[in-house]
């Protein structure tokens, strides 16, 4: 795919043994500049020894160099990353914050401590967090500015049907074992009890700031459930009120700056939230958010309770659509007889388009929606079975009791249009992705200032504009 493709460019690269002794010696030598972006032949090599180790998990070899394949990579991001500021493209440097701290941590904790990890780079914990944010940060910038290249790209019907003809026959792709099923769920029937002990929590969290007994980035760190905010002390960056949950929006709407809201209820779950500041229509706060959490013995009485039900199932007592309208807390499967679909992913992205909804999951798609235990379940069944009940979570993390129904499993088969559209249309789309990006690429080389070290310039360039 032209994302992975890219972004493995933006993290990837190899070697060891031939090239380790001559590294020493030109550890800091520019070997490339793009725009006014350099290239150090230490940051080739790095790339190229996590290009191999990447590759080694994933069982595939390359008959490129891969110091030459390295240096490509790194000079497209670059490239990215220079034209990126010249359009003033945006990133979430929140999700870049959080995601910093979230490495330094586990640098610390496989080091023992921070003074151990500075010895082993050589330089302060500031610097260490500072280098891997620009690192990041460039990163964000190019996959940013490459999205930008093929966002408005799409294929119509034609374009697919004409993508899967130029496929020679043998090389038609394969599409895997998928699976169809049904589901029937059950939130704790005490949701209530446990929706108020949340907002209970939160109320005193709340009393604790206002009276100056803890301050709110602190409790939002030890506590709140937002793994994108929580290190850094439940800070957003500046959002329109468009882009935000509604409850939480109109809460926010009228608060002035300084201001601790009271409990608001969304779809993510409970909160509490700190106005910091408005810039235009841009609104800057802060945020705790935290889920309902049961007891052993509430969750465990939904299992119980669906249990029987599935047990009434194997006894043709009551067909399984019909419990799964009776009794199953997921609006959008209940009125299809418990068929699941990707319906709630569509909706939770705000990407909802009928026809993208399918029914038919690969097992990496089980992954995506936060559905690997379904997946576990289905596994041990035979079509037609029906599993025992099991605790799992909602895509929004929500607990819940969950029975599922294997309906059909569509062996591994080769792809066809009638069969296959989706699979089949996003395929033609990711190459007709590559091909703009790639013709855009090369213009952009054409433009922009390239300078290769003599050493690099007979490699194996993939877009031979980089030579110039």
């Keep these: 795919m032209l994302k992975k493709g890219i972004m493995a460019a933006a993290l990837a690269v190899l070697a060891a043994g031939a090239f380790a002794q001559k590294q020493q010696v030109m550890l800091d030598k520019v070997v490339a500049v793009v725009g006014s972006s350099s290239i150090l032949y230490s940051e080739v090599a790095d790339h190229a020894r996590q290009l191999t180790a990447q590759r080694r998990v994933e069982g595939y070899t390359s008959d490129r160099d891969p110091m030459n394949e390295a240096l490509e990579a790194l000079m497209t991001q670059k490239l990215l990353f220079n034209q990126a500021q010249i359009d003033s493209v945006k990133i979430n440097a929140g999700d870049i914050a959080s995601h910093v701290e979230e490495q330094v941590q586990n640098m610390i904790e496989a080091e023992g401590s921070i003074p151990r990890l500075e010895a082993k780079h050589h330089m302060a914990i500031f610097n260490i967090r500072e280098n891997m944010r620009q690192r990041y940060e460039e990163q964000s910038y190019a996959s940013s500015m490459q999205n930008e290249v093929v966002s408005k790209v799409a294929v119509i019907p034609g374009e697919v049907e004409r993508f899967y003809k130029s496929i020679d026959k043998d090389s038609l792709p394969t599409i895997a074992e998928q699976y169809v099923y049904a589901q029937i769920t059950r939130f704790p029937k005490s949701i209530t009890q446990a929706k108020q002990r949340t907002r ?95 007891t052993i013995d509430e969750l465990t009485e939904g299992t ?43 909706e939770r992205f705000s990407a909802f388009d009928a026809k993208l909804t399918v029914t038919k999951f690969l097992r990496e798609d089980f992954a995506h929606f936060n559905a690997l235990n379904d997946y576990n379940a289905l596994v041990r069944l035979k079509p037609g079975e029906v599993s025992e009940a099991f605790l799992t979570e909602d895509i929004m993390g929500n607990q819940l009791a969950k029975v599922v129904k294997l309906v059909e499993i569509i062996p591994t088969h080769v792809a066809s249009l009638n069969e296959d559209y989706l699979r089949l249309e996003e395929m033609a789309l990711n190459a007709k992705q590559e091909k703009v990006f790639k013709d855009w690429l090369s213009k952009k080389i054409d433009a922009m200032y390239v300078y290769i070290d003599p050493e690099f310039r007979d490699g194996a360039f993939e877009n031979k504009h980089w030579v110039k």
Excluded: C, W
Aim: charged content about 25%; glycine content about 6%.
């Design 200 to 294: 209970e929590r939160l109320l005193d969290m709340r009393e604790r700031v206002i009276t100056g007994k803890a301050k709110f980035e602190n409790l939002a760190r030890m506590y709140s459930q937002d793994p994108g905010t929580m290190m850094r002390g439940g800070e957003m960056d500046p959002a329109p009120l468009a882009s935000l949950d509604s409850s939480f929006a109109a809460a926010l709407e009228n608060m002035k700056p300084g201001q601790i809201s009271e409990v608001v209820e969304s779809q993510f779950g409970f909160h509490i939230i700190q106005m910091l500041d408005k810039r235009g229509s841009l609104y800057h706060f802060r945020h705790i958010l935290l889920r309902p959490v049961y």
């Design 304 to 346: 119980h309770f669906l249990d029987s039900i599935a047990n009434l199932i194997r006894k043709d007592s009551i067909t399984f659509e019909k419990a799964a309208l009776l009794y199953s807390d997921d609006a959008t499967s209940k009125m299809n007889g418990g068929i699941v679909s990707n319906h709630d992913i569509l």
